[in-house]
């Protein structure tokens, strides 16, 4: 009986830490694998693969920590808890921000190595989903910046480029994009104040002789109305 017993406990302890090491497993993010996720980027000059999950992950771990904060309780345990709680999410937030601000430059770089010399060699696999959205945006408008005024140049041609908004990162995105569109360049014969185009994309101001490259359909328009006129390219 008592080695039936002594076996009994020793299956039961066995199953106790076989399901605390599942729940282990469950906790993939915590202050000390973010600091150690930080020094690893630090550390090492290439981009750093982290896991698909990683920001949904990192979302509910910040969650959790705030509602240790929103437990109300006078307690001096808690209070205590929630003081220790706010200089973790303290340093949890700059954690962050130098995690991406660390990987945004590499990507950068990528995006500069891809758009340079157009390889299809260039090693994307630590990026995340996301991130490639990021990478495949800057490294188009890298190509059309290039495309646009380098090219241009060496052909011996004036580039033309509108301006990107630089205090709406989407848009820039979406004006680069639509650089590849067949495009005029125009002369504005009268003042023309701030028009919104037929993809709700934003144009304008323009005064009288001011110059501007825009999409054919929206120069078109201009163009008809006597608004603008076109300059051809000799």
Not at 200 to 211: N, S, V
């Amino acid at each position: 009986m008592a080695y039936r017993d002594t076996i009994k406990t020793y299956l039961k302890n066995l199953v106790s830490i076989y399901n605390w090491g599942e729940i282990l497993q469950e906790v993939v993010i915590t202050y000390e694998t973010l600091f150690e996720l930080l020094k690893r980027e630090r550390e090492r000059a290439d981009l750093q693969k982290l896991e698909p999950s990683f920001y949904s992950d990192t979302i509910s771990y910040i969650k959790d920590k705030k509602k240790i904060l929103e437990a109300k309780s006078d307690s001096l345990f808690t209070v205590e808890e929630k003081k220790k709680t706010e200089r973790q999410l303290d340093n949890i937030y700059k954690i962050l921000k130098e995690l991406y601000e660390r990987r945004e430059k590499k990507i950068i770089s990528l995006a500069l190595d891809k758009s340079r010399t157009k390889s299809n060699l260039i090693d994307t696999t630590a990026l995340m989903k996301e991130e490639k959205v990021f990478f495949d945006a800057m490294t188009n408008i890298l190509d059309t910046y290039r495309d646009e005024i380098l090219n241009s140049v060496l052909n011996e041609k004036m580039p033309f480029m509108q301006a990107l908004s630089v205090t709406k990162p989407s848009m820039e995105f979406k004006t680069a994009l639509e650089l590849k569109k067949p495009t005029k360049l125009v002369r504005f014969l009268s003042h023309i104040p701030k028009f919104v185009g037929p993809e709700l994309e934003e144009y304008g101001p323009f005064e009288e002789e001011d110059i501007a490259n825009l999409p054919a359909e929206v120069a078109d328009v201009l163009i008809n109305k006597s608004k603008a006129e076109e300059i051809k390219e000799e």
